[in-house]
Each structure stands twice: as structure tokens, then as C-alpha cells.
């Protein structure tokens, strides 16, 4: 069992740079993948960024990719979403995940473990 909550959501300004945490407890935070999706109002959830277990590989969507910095702290079981130049676009419902096998995987299937959610609100 592993159990997620996110933190750092709220209303933003646009071009603002909030940094979204992610905390894990239960299963061996160190052998994990994390991930970080979204879901807007009225779409479907995608994926926005992954690191593996060891803090060495990362991957970003298109839509984030050089705004947006994944990066974890094993020590302190934590991840974090480092967003900065926010647009309107990325109003949404950010979700950690975790998968048990420390690789990255792309696919929502690919991820048994989410948090409930913290919302994010771009304001302009």
C-alpha cells in the first residue's frame, strides 16, 4: 500500500511559479517512480512529468517541457512539481502517482497508486 497527498495548489496569477509536493508514506519511497498528471475541466487526464527511482531519468510532456521541473528528495519521501510561467491552460487537477517498479512509464494504466488531487488555478 502506498498513500499519496498533494500539496501546494491554490489560486495562482498567471506567469506565477508555485511548486506542487507530493507526500509518500507506506511502500519504500526510494524503489518508486513518481508522476505527476492533470486533468482539466471537460478533458481527459494526461501526463505531465515522471522521474525515476533513483532522480536520474526524467521525462515531460510537450506542454510543460522547459517550464515545468520534476525532482525528489528520498530522504524526506517527498516529490515535487516545480511549474513556472503558469498559462490559463494549465488550470487543472494535478495527481501524484506511484508505480512499484522504479522505471518510468507513460501510459495511466501503467500507475496503481494516485493521491486525491490538488487543484491549481490560474487566474489572468
Known amino acids: 500500500q502506498v498513500q499519496l497527498v498533494e500539496s501546494g495548489g491554490g489560486l495562482v496569477q498567471a506567469g506565477g511559479s508555485p511548486r506542487l509536493s507530493c507526500a509518500a508514506s507506506?511502500?519504500?519511497?526510494?524503489?518508486?517512480?513518481m508522476g505527476w498528471f492533470r486533468q482539466a475541466p471537460g478533458k481527459e487526464r494526461e501526463f505531465v512529468a515522471a522521474i525515476n527511482w533513483s532522480g536520474g531519468s526524467t521525462y515531460y510532456a510537450d506542454s510543460v517541457k522547459g517550464r515545468f521541473t520534476i525532482s525528489r528528495d528520498n530522504a524526506k519521501n517527498t516529490v515535487y512539481l516545480q511549474m513556472n510561467s503558469l498559462k490559463s491552460e494549465d488550470t487543472a487537477v494535478y495527481y501524484c502517482a506511484a508505480r512499484a517498479y522504479g522505471g518510468i512509464a507513460l501510459a495511466i494504466k501503467e500507475w496503481p497508486y494516485w493521491g486525491q488531487g490538488t487543484q491549481v488555478t490560474v487566474s489572468s
Open positions: 507506506g511502500r519504500t519511497f526510494s524503489s518508486n517512480a
